[in-house]
């Protein structure tokens, strides 16, 4: 069993290939987190999180404040193309529409993490006039930690009705492609050689009630085929 310690010893990288391959490293990483800039949605997507806002980027970044002044920068040049909408909600519609509550996450390492930069900003009360974002940053408070952000902004669609269009239209962006991916494929199933003659518009409704809908929980009344097949996914 000599020999084994030894040859281990062997094949240990000198100080001078570890510093190499940690450089190189970096360097794969500042290659991808440098994509961020190139688009306001990542940090639009955690400054709008009604428990986050601002408080994770000024932590994550706290040596960093020119880094901090470019989120600024491409949240504001959104915004800017949001503020000047008309008003998308207004009272008296939307009335019956109430989001589904998603069920409370099991508690883990990672959420413990994201918990130490929820906001713990007191809240104040302001006017109604002036800016909705540079206003709804002003009235940072407490929320609860398993806080829904859809269902948050749902119940200020009519205190902030431009500022919640850009929220919800940031949040529902998916982060990641393995759903559209399987929609894709869901999509390639149904559009069979034998179903060839099938107009785009029929492929659209049925992926929407099978992929989002019914997933979501809203339809419960639906007892069709659908239902059952998304059952088995």
Known sequence: MAPIPEARADRTPEPAQCRTNINFAWVKLNKYYSAIDQSPVYYAATVL????????????????PDWIGKAQQLIDGLWQEYKQLPVQFERGNYDQLRPIKRA???????????????????????????????RWL??????????DPFLYWFNKRFEYPRLTRMAIDILSVPPMAAECERVFSSCGNMVSAKRCRLQAETVVVTQTVRSSWLKAGLLDDYDGLLKDVVAKE
Not at 49 to 64: M, Q, S, T
Not at 106 to 134: C, H, I, P, Q
């Open 49 to 64: 999180h009604p428990a986050i806002r601002w408080d994770f980027l000024h932590r994550a970044y706290r040596e960093r």
């Open 138 to 147: 002003q009235l940072a408070g407490p929320i609860e930690k398993d806080c």
């Open 104 to 134: 409370k996450e099991v508690e883990d390492s990672f959420s413990s993490y994201l918990d130490s930069f929820k906001s713990t900003t007191t809240a104040r009360l302001e006017g109604n006039e002036g800016d909705e974002l540079d």
